[in-house]
């Protein structure tokens, strides 16, 4: 293919957002970063929300800056949504997964319909901030906004929305919320009758990679994959079909693709979630809480006045004693933003464990004790799945942090792969590409990023130390303290 093909790529996440232009000339892809700007979620009307006005400003900031381009798609984070009234409007800001309505509300759900039905009608994890609980949440405490609302809109369907009036539901990110059925990528209408929530809000869905509209200046809108763990599945350097995926941002996602969802009682207790990928298979995975432990702990202590690079958060790290004590992530102590370093502290101490002194010692017991819940994660993949991997993929801005890629590495036994880096984007530009037919399919992008991206290679190491830690961090995951 001789002629060049243009794509900007918007990649928002939970803390930044930036704007990526990518070339295509037949044989490799260049890309360039135009703009990169911050997501500040904000306290108004009684909860935490993103500021939806302040982003689409950064996004037209990035198109000028662009300039020239053939399409632009947008990915962000799952789970979250606005809602339009009638006339095409944006109702209120969308409210943060991270905000408080939620309590209370699965509980209120199982009333209607007992986990392992709603579980085998979606394939999703059961976790509070799903759409459905905030919904539910939504319908108990403001009935009067959901009367006025037309349409539910996930979070990269609202930006399509603000950039060119279409009002699409993308699968993968539709495949988050826990009200959707798989592998048919359709509503579940059992659920959405069981739980009272009007029908005209959900829009048919489209799979990723469709053309729904155009700029003003003729660039094509595609609705790429707009869940971010999928953009990153999407840029995996491999098409084999042995190994483990794990996307790691604020998040952690650790899965792997299978051709039909999983949908049994195990797997339901086992907190596994199937999501729609963009190349139409199944991503059956594991949500962890990520390097979010570490952003926040690093804004805690500039809060008290002590700044810290992630490289010298590192550093003091490694200089720890290794192995002494550990935290699960997936605590409910450390879902919410604030003293993150405080609280890893009172975890241990109510477990009865070393208490962590040192920024270095903290910082420790959450590298570890993320390395470890990745391999209880390949545990219960393995478990579910009959599964034997013989490599963990890490895709995304963790694979910059070699300390939790050799980590991941001695803790799973496996030989760990690290890169691209830049995944999620480089998973919108290529489903992007694919949409344009400049790329015959996803396949053929994965291919094109095995041969052109850098990639890092970690065998495992100190595998009897980690085994030995992995027999003491199991029990804490299944006690129900003060931490819990």
Same mark, same amino acid.
């Not at 409210?95 to 007992?114: F, I, K, P, S």
């Not at 085998?120 to 059961?126: D, K, M």
């Not at 298979?281 to 949500?287: A, G, M, S, T």
């Given at each position: 293919? /001789?002629?060049?093909?243009?794509?900007?790529?918007?990649?928002?996440?939970?803390?930044?957002?930036?704007?990526?232009?990518?070339?295509?000339?037949?044989?490799?892809?260049?890309?360039?970063?135009?703009?990169?700007?911050?997501?500040?979620?904000r306290q108004a009307d009684g909860h935490l929300r993103w500021d939806f006005a302040a982003l689409m400003d950064e996004v037209r900031v990035g198109l000028e800056k662009a300039q020239r381009f053939d399409s632009v798609g947008v990915d962000t984070w799952g789970v979250d949504f606005g809602l339009l009234d009638a006339a095409g409007h944006l109702l209120e800001d969308p409210v943060h997964y991270r905000d408080a309505r939620t309590g209370g509300m699965v509980e209120q759900a199982m009333r209607l319909m007992d986990a392992e039905k709603l579980y085998a009608g979606t394939g999703t994890q059961i976790l509070p901030m799903n759409t459905l609980f905030q919904l539910l949440a939504l319908k108990k405490q403001q009935p009067g906004l959901l009367r006025r609302a037309d349409k539910l809109l996930?979070?990269?369907?609202?930006?399509?929305?603000?950039?060119?009036?279409?009002?699409?539901?993308?699968?993968?990110?539709?495949?988050?919320?826990?009200?959707?059925?798989?592998?048919?990528?359709?509503?579940?209408?059992?659920? +959405?009758?069981?739980?009272?929530?009007?029908?005209?809000?959900?829009?048919?869905?489209?799979?990723?990679?469709?053309?729904?509209?155009?700029?003003?200046?003729?660039?094509?809108?595609?609705?790429?994959?707009?869940?971010?763990?999928?953009?990153?599945? &999407?840029?995996?350097?491999?098409?084999?079909?042995?190994?483990?995926?794990?996307?790691?941002?604020?998040?952690?996602? +650790?899965?792997?693709?299978?051709? &039909?969802?999983?949908?049994?009682?195990?797997?339901?207790?086992?907190?596994? /979630?199937?999501?729609?990928?963009?190349?139409?298979?199944?991503?059956?995975?594991?949500?962890?809480?990520?390097?979010?432990?570490?952003?926040?702990?690093?804004?805690?202590?500039?809060?008290?006045?002590?700044?810290? /690079?992630?490289?010298?958060?590192?550093?003091?790290?490694?200089? /720890?004693?290794?192995?002494?004590?550990?935290?699960?992530?997936?605590?409910?102590?450390?879902?919410?933003?604030?003293?993150?370093?405080?609280?890893?502290?009172?975890?241990?101490?109510?477990?009865?464990?070393?208490?962590?002194?040192?920024?270095?010692?903290?910082?420790?017991?959450?590298?570890?004790?993320?390395?470890?819940?990745?391999?209880?994660? +390949?545990?219960?993949?393995?478990?579910?799945?009959?599964?034997?991997?013989?490599?963990?993929?890490?895709?995304?801005?963790?694979?910059?942090?070699?300390?939790?890629?050799?980590?991941?590495?001695?803790?799973?036994?496996?030989?760990?792969?690290?890169?691209?880096?830049?995944?999620?984007?480089?998973?919108?530009?290529?489903?992007?590409?694919?949409?344009?037919?400049?790329?015959?399919?996803?396949?053929?992008?994965?291919?094109?990023?095995?041969?052109?991206?850098?990639?890092?290679?970690?065998?495992?190491?100190?595998?009897?130390?980690?085994?030995?830690?992995?027999?003491?961090?199991?029990?804490?995951?299944?006690?129900?303290?003060?931490?819990?």
């Amino acid at each position: 293919m /001789s002629k060049k093909t243009t794509v900007l790529a918007f990649d928002i996440g939970a803390s930044s957002g930036r704007a990526i232009e990518a070339m295509y000339d037949g044989t490799a892809i260049s890309c360039r970063e135009v703009h990169r700007f911050e997501n500040r979620p904000r306290q108004a009307d009684g909860h935490l929300r993103w500021d939806f006005a302040a982003l689409m400003d950064e996004v037209r900031v990035g198109l000028e800056k662009a300039q020239r381009f053939d399409s632009v798609g947008v990915d962000t984070w799952g789970v979250d949504f606005g809602l339009l009234d009638a006339a095409g409007h944006l109702l209120e800001d969308p409210v943060h997964y991270r905000d408080a309505r939620t309590g209370g509300m699965v509980e209120q759900a199982m009333r209607l319909m007992d986990a392992e039905k709603l579980y085998a009608g979606t394939g999703t994890q059961i976790l509070p901030m799903n759409t459905l609980f905030q919904l539910l949440a939504l319908k108990k405490q403001q009935p009067g906004l959901l009367r006025r609302a037309d349409k539910l809109l996930f979070m990269p369907d609202l930006f399509a929305h603000a950039l060119c009036g279409s009002t699409t539901c993308e699968r993968s990110a539709a495949s988050t919320g826990q009200l959707l059925t798989l592998p048919a990528g359709k509503w579940n209408a059992q659920i +959405l009758e069981a739980f009272g929530l009007p029908e005209r809000l959900f829009l048919p869905t489209v799979p990723s990679g469709t053309v729904v509209g155009a700029l003003e200046c003729g660039a094509k809108v595609v609705a790429v994959a707009g869940h971010d763990t999928q953009c990153a599945v &999407a840029a995996l350097p491999t098409q084999a079909r042995n190994i483990a995926f794990l996307s790691c941002g604020t998040w952690s996602l +650790l899965g792997c693709e299978l051709d &039909a969802p999983v949908l049994t009682a195990e797997s339901m207790q086992l907190g596994l /979630s199937n999501e729609l990928g963009a190349n139409g298979r199944v991503n059956y995975l594991k949500n962890i809480v990520g390097l979010w432990l570490i952003q926040e702990s690093r804004r805690a202590w500039r809060r008290q006045g002590q700044e810290y /690079s992630y490289a010298e958060l590192e550093r003091l790290a490694l200089a /720890s004693v290794p192995l002494r004590c550990f935290i699960d992530p997936d605590a409910p102590l450390f879902m919410p933003p604030g003293d993150i370093p405080a609280r890893v502290k009172e975890y241990c101490a109510a477990t009865h464990q070393y208490v962590p002194q040192t920024v270095g010692e903290v910082m420790r017991c959450i590298y570890e004790s993320l390395a470890l819940k990745y391999r209880f994660a +390949l545990d219960q993949l393995r478990a579910a799945t009959g599964k034997r991997f013989e490599a963990l993929h890490i895709l995304g801005g963790g694979t910059k942090d070699t300390l939790l890629c050799r980590m991941a590495a001695g803790a799973t036994g496996l030989h760990v792969v690290a890169g691209p880096v830049e995944a999620t984007a480089l998973g919108n530009i290529l489903i992007q590409l694919t949409a344009l037919g400049a790329l015959e399919d996803l396949g053929a992008g994965r291919a094109l990023v095995a041969q052109t991206q850098q990639l890092a290679e970690y065998p495992p190491q100190g595998m009897a130390e980690w085994d030995e830690a992995y027999e003491r961090f199991c029990p804490l995951l299944a006690r129900c303290g003060p931490c819990r």
